[in-house]
T-cell receptor, first 114, second 116 residues
Framework: KNQVEQSPQSLIILEGKNCTLQ??????????LRWYKQDTGRGPVSLTI?????NTKSNGRYTATLDADTKQSSLHITASQLSDSASYIC?????????????FGTGTLLAVQP | EAEVAQSPRYKITEKSQAVAFWCDPI?????LYWYRQILGQGPELLVQ????????DSQLPKDRFSAERLKGVDSTLKIQPAELGDSAMYLC??????????????FGSGTRLTVV
């Protein structure tokens, strides 16, 4: 069964600190992996998208890594800000079948405190 | 920057009433998706359109939910009658093609439904 699992479920850090969020997936075949940021009460916004051949991709203070062999990804946030408080969702594209679905993780809820 | 428009942002309705949500995708995006997101969980696909045709509605509770995209542009999702368990965020997303594999995939801001 295609699944995306994220850890930790929730995380509290102090402003200015770094943190790393984890994503493990069992999706096959694999097309790409995306990290989304979802503010409370808003829709998800894409941070990065990586294909099989990409190991790392950055977007400002966000850096995502991908190990396609172990089927693991991480999202590293540097010098956190209060505005980083949100849910971060890992999404894997299933490049198979007619509908080419996106499989969503349940997210990591990050709280950045002053 | 192009956006997926959704309305209303918030909706409170009584149990057994009808409710409808509207979505206008990014211009030129052929594929439109409706998702339901329960608090603390990831989005769950309800229905996927390619132009005006439904390509996947396997998770849509068809006894009470309906969706249409008559002219292949904007779309409406309806619930009748609403139940307490329908309280959730309803998200619309669009992409240039369902073969995009997530590229160009953009979400709207969602409609927060509360059934009382």
């Amino acid at each position: 069964k295609n699944q995306v699992e994220q850890s930790p479920q929730s995380l509290i850090i102090l402003e200015g600190k770094n943190c790393t969020l984890q994503c493990n997936y069992t999706v096959s075949p694999f097309s790409n992996l995306r990290w989304y940021k979802q503010d409370t009460g808003r829709g998800p916004v894409s941070l990065t998208i990586m294909t099989f051949s990409e190991n790392t991709k950055s977007n400002g203070r966000y850096t995502a890594t991908l190990d396609a062999d172990t089927k693991q990804s991480s999202l590293h946030i540097t010098a956190s800000q209060l505005s980083d408080s949100a849910s971060y969702i890992c999404v894997v594209s299933d490049y198979g079948g007619a509908t080419n679905k996106l499989i969503f993780g349940t997210g990591t809820l990050l709280a950045v405190q002053p | 920057e192009a956006e997926v428009a959704q309305s209303p942002r918030y909706k409170i309705t009584e149990k057994s009433q009808a409710v409808a949500f509207w979505c206008d995708p990014i211009s030129g995006h052929a594929t439109l998706y409706w998702y339901r997101q329960i608090l603390g969980q990831g989005p769950e696909l309800l229905v996927q359109f390619q132009d005006e045709s439904v390509v996947d509605d396997s998770q849509l509770p068809k006894d009470r939910f309906s969706a249409e995209r008559l002219k292949g542009v904007d779309s409406t999702l309806k619930i009748q009658p609403a139940e307490l368990g329908d309280s959730a965020m309803y998200l619309c997303a669009s992409s240039q093609s369902y073969r995009a594999g997530g590229y160009g995939y953009t979400f709207g801001s969602g409609t927060r439904l509360t059934v009382v």
